[in-house]
């Protein structure tokens, strides 16, 4: 079907009801009755209903009875059309009705909802609120937590600040222990320095004495004991020197105890300094005789005037000789006219040597002890019969060994009354 197909009868209907104009002739002129589609449509349909009108009065009232049945029915049919149609209104107001009163309930209901919608609104700023509030009671019970280890770091803290201070409390009483106890041990220092001055007071004097005792028992030997002290101490053979105290402060105490010190070392060094003497007997005494003394005589061979460099101690052949002093051979055997002789170097520059021997025992290089035997008497070399030639030399000049067996007589004496006193 093309667009002509339908638009076609719509033309000739329009072509019917065309609009028109009649002209109307009465007794004031002519007027003109414009007659538009409209007019013609209703026009056809009133003439139309009153032709239908007529035609159905018509044919009803010159129709035969026996069709009153139908129109009654057709009536009936009608009426129930119309009655169906005005259920059907009826349906309908009821439904508008029903319609209205649920748009009106719709309404009602849409401004519930907008109600609700703005309560929903609130409801959601209410989660929200409450959400904010359940990350707050996060945050609060995250910060009550918090607060919680925060006491309880502040309890340990307190605990640690009262147990510091507990120790605190403790090193103030351990100091004031201290302190007590460095004022006893102050005490017992002033104590101690009080015993030690009553003690140097008491040992200067016996020490000092002691030294001159020893010195003026030494003196026999002739020797510079200040320059055998000083030997004694630089070679640091002397035996246990005190140091000297240098750090001392110098107080009366200090110095009375400094003084000891220098009387004790020196005590010390003349000790150390006679047990390296030839202080000793070449030969013990019992039937021994001393013959011929050191110094000009006349000589017991030429019989004349000589010098004689040692002394003579008359014996049997065989009679054991001793070392008088430590010291070093440095000779042992023929000697000239000394015969089997041994001479031994001790300190201080000193040496011994021992003539006529019948026999050497030691040979050069042996180191010797005070009353090692290095022989045996004899009458060996110029001698004019069995005797011991003893001699003393200071830097080889002959000295006389009467004097040091004195000196070592006195010495003896000086050490067996200390050790007597000592005993006592
Ligand atoms: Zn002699």
New binding site residues.
């Given amino acids: 079907m093309t667009n002509d197909a339908r638009l076609r009868p719509l033309a000739s209907r329009r072509s019917w009801f065309a609009p028109r104009e009649i002209a109307i002739r009465d007794p004031w002129g002519v007027r003109w009755l414009r007659l538009s589609r409209r007019m013609q449509v209703s026009a056809a349909a009133l003439g139309l209903a009153a032709f239908a009108w007529v035609g159905h009065a018509t044919i009803a009232t010159l129709a035969p009875p026996d069709r009153t049945g139908e129109q009654a029915e057709a009536l009936s049919r009608l009426r129930a059309e119309l009655e169906g149609h005005e259920r059907a209104a009826d349906g309908l107001r009821q439904e508008v009705a029903r319609l209205r009163s649920e748009k009106a309930v719709a309404e009602a209901a849409r401004s519930a909802a907008e109600r609700q919608s703005a309560t929903e609104v609130a409801a959601a700023a209410a989660t929200a609120a409450q959400g904010r509030v359940t990350d707050l009671e996060y945050a609060l019970a995250d910060a009550y937590l918090a607060q919680w280890r925060l006491a309880e770091s502040l309890a340990v803290a307190d605990d640690r600040i009262a147990s510091l201070e507990g120790k605190a409390v403790g090193l103030r009483d351990l100091a004031a222990v201290a302190g007590q106890q460095a004022t006893q041990l102050k005490d017992k220092v002033a104590t101690l320095e009080l015993l030690q001055g009553q003690l140097v007071e008491r040992l200067k004097p016996a020490t000092d004495v002691e030294v001159a005792l020893l010195e003026r028992n030494l003196a026999p030997t002739r020797l510079d004991l200040d320059s055998v002290v000083a030997a004694v101490t630089d070679e640091g053979s002397g035996g246990p020197l005190l140091p000297v105290m240098d750090d001392l402060a110098p107080t009366i105490e200090n110095a009375r105890l400094n003084d000891l010190t220098n009387s004790t070392a020196r005590l010390d060094a003349l000790k150390a300094a006679a047990i390296s003497m030839p202080l000793a007997l070449p030969v013990r005494l019992d039937g021994i005789e001393v013959r011929?003394n050191f110094g000009n005589r006349r000589d017991p061979i030429n019989r004349r005037a000589a010098f004689?460099a040692?002394?003579?101690f008359g014996g049997a052949v065989g009679t054991p000789v001793f070392a008088t002093a430590p010291g070093e051979v440095v000779s042992a055997g023929w000697a000239g006219a000394y015969g089997r002789a041994v001479r031994i170097r001790h300190a201080f520059g000193l040496e011994t040597q021992y003539?006529h021997l019948s026999r050497v025992s030691v040979k050069v290089g042996d180191k010797v002890d005070a009353g090692d035997v290095i022989g045996k008497l004899g009458s060996t070399g110029r001698s004019t019969g069995p005797h011991l030639?003893y001699e003393v030399r200071l830097l080889d000049a002959p000295n006389d060994p009467m004097r040091f067996i004195e000196a070592g007589r006195n010495v003896q004496q000086q050490t067996e009354q200390a050790r007597d006193e000592a005993g006592k």
């Fill in positions: 011929s004689h040692g002394i003579d003539a030639h």
